[in-house]
């Protein structure tokens, strides 16, 4: 199967106009390979950015899929979720999709399309949302490019089918996804908490993380039956395929926030870099962050302060080169080392090498990360 083309973070950056969290610096003046402990590497078949790992239930059957540009898709049913398996390609609407999520019965694709100035180089033309029904794509929503406004597609992304819910946000208005139902004015979401509704004495903080969004929202929860929406780059909770959740986690710069009741909240500082996207197993939460990944133990759903080492290569694969803006563990009740976890790198500096940017896994079989 041919490697998807890596797209340069400058020219992402572009055209995306996505939040700070999208704007990632040029890769270019390579130095050397991050990978140490002696691991062979697999040939990378998932190159270039990937800003989210999702599950998407298709045919009747789980599956994960990314996208660089092009949709990538691996099943995890059954007995296949610790098996190695190459990824194959999926119909992917047009334009470069930069971004995916799903709920219960729809996967849907943000992409954007581009053309050349008069000076020859590469600017936004139009963004695109889009949605796959089980058998076809449909365009819902689509805007003239425009670098000022944010678009940012979220989900739950539960282990739970029925627990999974997709949302988009443009600017400051949110829709709640229902399939190929068009967004319009018409059916945005009316309670987004707006910037001008942010009472006298109170701060931002009294009207993020709960069911209402926000008109910063860019994550979001499912937890004890409903959707909590952030501003956090990550949100995660402790959701297994067989039980619901009693944990609900969200980041904050180098801080894990978390609670038992969604109300109450404790923080501790896990002593990295800023964390841009989290996942739990039964004995870590693991973060990722702008400089590589980390863990901190659990102790009764209750992260430690600060970080400990990796007993698996992660720390060496998924180093300080790279940012890690994605983390999907696909069974929260096994630790860490009998887990499947896949993770997305993208370089955050030159000492990164191009081959290391797409695709990680880690399988308890083979008891290492490594390329997809």
Known sequence: MKNHKTIKKTLISALAGFSSFFLL???????????????????AEITGDIQNIVRYTLDGKEH???????????????????????????????????????????????SITIEKDDDGYNVGKERNLYCYDGSAWKNIWSKSYDGSAS??????????VANRKAYFRYGSDIWDLSGTTELSDENKRTDTVQESGIATGKTFSDYDNKTVPTYLSRSCSYFKGSVYFSSAYAMATNETPESDATYIYYSSS???YYSADASTWTSVSLNCDVIYSMALTSDYLLAGTDSGIVHTSL????????????DTNAASTLSSYYEVPSILVLDSSRNETKATIFASAVTSS??????????????????KWNRE
Do not use: H, Q
């Open 64 to 110: 994960v899929f990314v996208s660089t540009g092009e949709i990538s898709y691996r099943s995890i049913d059954g007995t296949l979720a610790g098996t190695k398996m190459t990824f194959g390609d999926f119909p992917t609407p047009s334009g470069f999709v930069f971004s995916i999520a799903a709920d219960s019965s729809n996967l849907y694709a943000l």
């Open 299 to 310: 102790k009764e759903n209750v992260p430690s302060a600060g970080n400990a080492d990796f």
């Open 254 to 256: 180098d801080y894990v």
């Open 25 to 43: 610096s040029s890769c270019d003046g390579v130095i050397f390979d991050t990978i140490r402990d002696e691991v062979k590497l697999a040939d």
């Open 151 to 160: 678009a940012i597609l979220m989900s739950t992304n539960t282990p739970k």
């Open 350 to 367: 030159t000492s990164a090498s191009l081959g290391n940017v797409g695709l990680w896994s880690y399988f308890a079989t083979d008891g």
